[in-house]
C-alpha cells in the first residue's frame, strides 16, 4: 500500500530537541523530492523544508532555517525532520509530503510547551 | 500572509456550483508551476482533490474539477452535497519551495 507514516511527535519544553520520522512504503521512495508541511492548531498550512531525492540539495522556510535539518536515508525509505532549539510557534502538526505525485502522510502532532 | 491568495469563504446550497479562486504570481502560478488543491476535513491530514491543475486521483468524484490561466487557478464543484463541506487549499511551487494558499471554509447551506 502507498503510504507515509509520521512518527516522533509530542510534547516539549521550548528550547529542547525533537526528531521527527516519516516511514515510506509502496513506492521507490529514492526517486522522489520529499517535504515537511506543517500547520498550527486552527491555521493554514505551512512548507518547512524539501530534500532532494539523493539529498543533495536541501531548503528551509526562513521560519526554521538553522534550527531544523531534513534528511533522509534511502536505504531505510525513512524521511527525517531534527528540530533544535524548539519554539511555541513551532507548535503544529507535522506532514511529510512526496513530490511530484503528491502523496501526504497523516501527520504527527508536535506541542512545544512548558 | 499566504503566498497564494483564496476567498475565506464560499458557500453554496445543495445541488448549486461553487468555485474558489486562487491568485498567484509570476514566480509561482504564472511560471508554469503545477497547481494541486487539497480538501482537508477537521483533525485530518489534507486529501489530494487534484494534481497537476486538472487531474484527479482515482477516487475522486468528477464533481470536483479544476483550471489554471495565467497566475491563477480556480476549482469548481458542481452537484454540491454536505460532505463537501470542509477546507479547501490550492498549492503550487515557489523556486524550491512549496507555497500554500491561505485556505477556503466552504459551508453547504
Known amino acids: 500500500q502507498v503510504q507515509l507514516v509520521e512518527s516522533g511527535g509530542g510534547v516539549v519544553q521550548p528550547g529542547r530537541s525533537l526528531r521527527l520520522s516519516c516511514a515510506a512504503a509502496?513506492?521507490?521512495?529514492?526517486?522522489?523530492?520529499m517535504h515537511w508541511v506543517r500547520q498550527a492548531p486552527g491555521r493554514g498550512l505551512e512548507w518547512v523544508a524539501l530534500?532532494?531525492?539523493?539529498?543533495?540539495?536541501?531548503y528551509y522556510a526562513d521560519s526554521v532555517k538553522g534550527r531544523f535539518t531534513i534528511s533522509r536515508d534511502n536505504s531505510k525509505n525513512t524521511l527525517y525532520l531534527q528540530m533544535n532549539s524548539l519554539r511555541a510557534e513551532d507548535t503544529a502538526v507535522y506532514y511529510c509530503?512526496?513530490?511530484?505525485?503528491?502523496?501526504w502522510g497523516q501527520g504527527t502532532l508536535v506541542t512545544v510547551s512548558s | 500572509q499566504s503566498v497564494l491568495t483564496q476567498p475565506p469563504s464560499v458557500s453554496g446550497a445543495p445541488g448549486q456550483r461553487v468555485t474558489i479562486s486562487c491568485t498567484g504570481s509570476?514566480?509561482?502560478?504564472?511560471?508554469?508551476?503545477?497547481v494541486n488543491w487539497y480538501q482537508q476535513l477537521p483533525g485530518t491530514a489534507p486529501k489530494v482533490l487534484i494534481h497537476?491543475?486538472?487531474n484527479r486521483p482515482s477516487g475522486v468524484p468528477d464533481r470536483f474539477s479544476a483550471s489554471k490561466s495565467g497566475t491563477s487557478a480556480s476549482l469548481a464543484i458542481t452537484g454540491l452535497q454536505a460532505e463537501d463541506e470542509a477546507d479547501y487549499y490550492c498549492?503550487?511551487?515557489?523556486?524550491?519551495?512549496?507555497?500554500f494558499g491561505g485556505g477556503t471554509k466552504l459551508t453547504v447551506l
Open positions: 509530503v512526496r513530490d511530484f505525485v503528491v502523496l
Open positions: 509502496g513506492f521507490t521512495f529514492s526517486n522522489y523530492a
Open positions: 530534500i532532494l531525492y539523493d539529498g543533495s540539495n536541501k
Open positions: 509570476s514566480s509561482n502560478i504564472g511560471a508554469g508551476y503545477g
Open positions: 497537476a491543475n486538472n
Open positions: 498549492q503550487s511551487y515557489d523556486t524550491s519551495r512549496m507555497v
